[in-house]
């Protein structure tokens, strides 16, 4: 099972300036009403037109900015770099800011007394690099994201390590241009900054040349676009491109991704897409697009290049009940299901549970409506790339016997109509007032019967004609739509309305979800006739796949026994 846990972490470069940097309170303080005089302001060996603010960190409180004044003057009389600390910096990102402009002082207090070139001027400058890291770093974290301020910080960072030593940073163009470039800052401007007369000119020169190098190579992979379905990234083999400001996509990467259909009618250049029932027919360099039979005017037309045919993505993921959003700064599409109509609902809720024994025996991820993002991805080792479209359909097709949408509305009908259920009944209806000298004749040497019919009646006994084995046909019917909606059988809607009726008849007859898992296993093998004589429910290979998830806690948190007081809300 694949797990999506993600957990953003700053540099660990916690340090002080000295004693007296502790005092500052740094990130953990909340944010005091009173700030500096006129706000926060330059130090003197900084333009004012060059310093960054940080709002509402608290550096800023008087109490911590009254500290960081002090440390200003200190510098300004000539301070050092102390000796402790300087290999880090911590504390929130305008602590860290402060922190790094107070050592640039201090490499100019030493190029004062030993010359620009010494080593204390190098050690205080790569200690000034390492805290603009840290409130670079802390900055992003805080912010979600990088922005202007981010990239600043970037800027200060690399000059500054880039004046302690050019062999500092192995690739420079790697890791200045997307700064430059988010600030519209030319080259040269990255070098007008104190401390440069460090470098060499042989040493300047490779360092502009490592970033002139990396520029085309930077603006190519900056202009490429990529897909994602459901927050996942679409893997093609032919890169998307825009034509009329639409982004263009090879036809079989979204269309499949989403479970369609593809067929090329050579004789008319004509694209047939089909999902879920609902057929899209597209023609090369036509703007008319058939939805259903009906004409659906485009804005772009597809087109064919290097022998990929080319469709706007937007009129494809909309035709099959998609949303598609474009982030320009990050040159995303980003397509999802629709769930708009469900959206106040807790159908999703109840699906889950019910599918998630059968989806985690199947290699799927019990915690994810239809099994399995809809998106090709790798396996958790790397090794291989899971389809869940195809991988959903060998499933109904070897498991189930169900071939395509409409053996799936077929096996769905028998399923809401009790098919297992009813079989079983009748037989415990014939068996569970027998002797055993009547169940032998009945039996007639059969194997199976002979061992099928005291556990048919012991199912009767324990279950009754009210709950049966109903749990089996209702969480096997959940599975099966869910399934079917990541093959690109069903609409996301159809199956959301199977499961809410599956979960309606749950509710009917069962309080939680240890007996719909103990009624469900029952239920299974009993339909498939094997033998469970000396075998309690929860020392099967079901029961023990069930109880391991419950044991552990990101699954067990599915199996909410809250969902059977609340019931089933659908909206309606």
Same mark, same amino acid.
């Given at each position: 099972?694949?797990?999506?846990?993600?957990?953003?972490? *700053?540099?660990?470069?916690?340090?002080?300036?000295?004693?007296?940097?502790?005092?500052?309170?740094?990130?953990?303080? %909340?944010?005091?009403?009173?700030?500096?005089?006129?706000?926060?302001?330059?130090?003197? &060996?900084?333009?004012?037109?060059?310093?960054?603010?940080?709002?509402? #960190?608290?550096?800023?409180?008087?109490?911590?900015?009254?500290?960081?004044?002090?440390?200003?003057?200190?510098?300004?009389?000539?301070?050092?770099?102390?000796?402790?600390?300087?290999?880090?910096?911590?504390?929130?990102?305008?602590?860290?800011?402060?922190?790094?402009?107070?050592?640039?002082?201090?490499?100019?207090?030493?190029?004062? *007394?030993?010359?620009?070139?010494?080593?204390?001027?190098?050690?205080?400058?790569?200690?000034?690099?390492?805290?603009?890291?840290?409130?670079?770093?802390?900055?992003?974290?805080?912010?979600?994201?990088?922005? $202007?301020? %981010?990239?600043?910080?970037?800027?200060?960072?690399?000059?500054?390590?880039?004046?302690?030593?050019?062999?500092?940073?192995?690739?420079?163009?790697?890791?200045?241009?997307?700064?430059?470039?988010?600030?519209?800052?030319?080259?040269?401007?990255?070098?007008?900054?104190?401390?440069?007369?460090?470098?060499?000119?042989?040493?300047?020169?490779?360092?502009?040349?490592?970033?002139?190098?990396?520029?085309?190579?930077?603006?190519?992979?900056?202009?490429?676009?990529?897909?994602?379905? #459901?927050?996942?990234?679409?893997?093609?083999?032919?890169?998307?491109?825009?034509?009329? /400001?639409?982004?263009?996509?090879?036809?079989?990467?979204?269309?499949?991704?989403?479970?369609?259909?593809?067929?090329?009618?050579?004789?008319?250049?004509?694209?047939?897409?089909?999902?879920?029932?609902?057929?899209?027919?597209?023609?090369?360099?036509?703007?008319?697009?058939?939805?259903?039979?009906?004409?659906?005017?485009?804005?772009? $037309?597809?087109?064919?290049?290097?022998?990929?045919?080319?469709?706007?993505?937007?009129?494809?993921?909309?035709?099959?009940?998609?949303?598609?959003?474009?982030? /320009?700064?990050?040159?995303?599409?980003?397509?999802?299901?629709?769930?708009?109509?469900? $959206?106040?609902?807790?159908?999703?809720?109840?699906?889950?549970?019910?599918?998630?024994?059968?989806?985690?025996?199947?290699?799927?991820?019990?915690?994810?409506?239809?099994?399995?993002?809809?998106?090709?991805?790798?396996?958790?080792?790397?090794?291989?790339?899971?389809?869940?479209?195809?991988?959903?359909? #060998?499933?109904?097709?070897?498991?189930?016997?169900?071939?395509?949408?409409?053996?799936?509305?077929?096996?769905?009908?028998?399923?809401?109509?009790?098919?297992?259920?009813?079989?079983?009944?009748?037989?415990?209806?014939?068996?569970?007032?027998?002797?055993?000298?009547?169940?032998?004749?009945?039996?007639?040497?059969?194997?199976?019967?002979?061992?099928? &019919?005291?556990?048919?009646?012991?199912?009767?006994?324990?279950? !009754?004609?009210?709950?049966?084995?109903?749990?089996?046909?209702?969480?096997?019917?959940?599975?099966?739509?869910?399934?079917?909606?990541?093959? !690109?059988?069903?609409?996301?809607?159809?199956?959301?309305? $199977?499961?809410? #009726?599956?979960? !309606?008849?749950?509710?009917?007859?069962?309080?939680?979800?240890?007996?719909?898992?103990?009624?469900?296993?029952? !239920?299974?093998? &009993?339909?498939?006739?094997?033998?469970?004589?000396?075998?309690?429910? &929860?020392?099967?290979?079901?029961?023990? *796949?069930?109880?391991?998830?419950?044991?552990?806690?990101?699954?067990?948190?599915?199996?909410?026994?809250?969902?059977?007081?609340?019931?089933?809300?659908?909206?309606?």
């Amino acid at each position: 099972m694949r797990r999506f846990l993600s957990l953003l972490l *700053t540099l660990s470069l916690t340090l002080a300036l000295s004693p007296a940097t502790l005092a500052l309170t740094g990130g953990d303080t %909340a944010i005091a009403q009173a700030q500096p005089a006129g706000g926060p302001s330059a130090p003197s &060996w900084v333009e004012e037109s060059d310093y960054l603010i940080f709002p509402g #960190d608290p550096v800023y409180e008087l109490e911590n900015w009254g500290e960081i004044r002090k440390l200003r003057r200190e510098a300004e009389d000539g301070a050092s770099l102390p000796a402790e600390g300087r290999d880090w910096a911590d504390g929130s990102p305008g602590k860290c800011y402060e922190t790094a402009l107070l050592r640039l002082k201090y490499a100019w207090n030493a190029a004062d *007394t030993a010359g620009i070139t010494s080593l204390e001027v190098g050690q205080a400058l790569l200690s000034a690099g390492k805290a603009f890291s840290a409130a670079e770093s802390g900055w992003i974290d805080q912010n979600r994201g990088k922005d $202007a301020l %981010a990239h600043r910080l970037a800027v200060e960072k690399y000059r500054a390590y880039l004046a302690y030593h050019p062999a500092y940073v192995d690739d420079w163009g790697r890791g200045i241009i997307p700064a430059l470039d988010a600030l519209s800052m030319p080259v040269e401007e990255f070098f007008d900054t104190p401390f440069m007369d460090r470098l060499s000119p042989e040493e300047r020169t490779a360092v502009e040349q490592s970033v002139y190098d990396y520029w085309d190579f930077y603006l190519e992979q900056r202009n490429l676009i990529s897909v994602y379905v #459901d927050g996942a990234v679409l893997l093609m083999d032919t890169l998307p491109q825009v034509k009329d /400001q639409r982004t263009m996509v090879p036809i079989r990467a979204v269309a499949e991704a989403l479970g369609a259909d593809v067929e090329w009618m050579e004789g008319s250049n004509q694209v047939i897409m089909t999902r879920a029932g609902k057929t899209v027919v597209m023609a090369l360099d036509s703007t008319i697009a058939m939805v259903d039979g009906k004409p659906v005017k485009m804005d772009v $037309a597809p087109y064919a290049e290097e022998n990929r045919t080319y469709i706007p993505a937007r009129y494809v993921a909309e035709f099959f009940g998609q949303t598609v959003s474009w982030d /320009q700064n990050s040159r995303q599409v980003d397509i999802r299901e629709d769930k708009t109509a469900w $959206a106040d609902t807790n159908i999703e809720a109840w699906a889950k549970p019910m599918g998630a024994l059968l989806s985690l025996l199947s290699g799927g991820d019990p915690a994810a409506f239809g099994g399995w993002p809809r998106a090709s991805h790798p396996n958790e080792l790397g090794t291989a790339l899971v389809e869940p479209i195809q991988l959903c359909r #060998d499933i109904l097709w070897e498991e189930w016997g169900v071939k395509g949408r409409e053996e799936l509305l077929a096996e769905v009908e028998a399923i809401r109509a009790g098919e297992n259920s009813v079989l079983f009944l009748e037989s415990a209806r014939k068996v569970k007032d027998m002797t055993a000298a009547q169940a032998r004749a009945y039996a007639k040497g059969n194997e199976v019967d002979k061992y099928m &019919w005291p556990q048919t009646r012991s199912l009767w006994k324990k279950w !009754g004609s009210e709950k049966g084995i109903a749990a089996w046909d209702l969480c096997r019917g959940a599975a099966l739509a869910q399934w079917g909606y990541t093959a !690109g059988y069903f609409t996301y809607d159809e199956a959301m309305g $199977a499961v809410a #009726d599956f979960a !309606g008849e749950l509710t009917k007859t069962f309080s939680n979800w240890d007996e719909v898992y103990e009624n469900m296993i029952d !239920g299974y093998y &009993w339909c498939a006739r094997e033998d469970m004589t000396d075998m309690d429910t &929860w020392e099967s290979e079901f029961g023990v *796949t069930y109880q391991a998830m419950r044991a552990t806690m990101e699954l067990n948190a599915i199996f909410d026994d809250g969902l059977f007081g609340a019931g089933v809300q659908n909206g309606n």
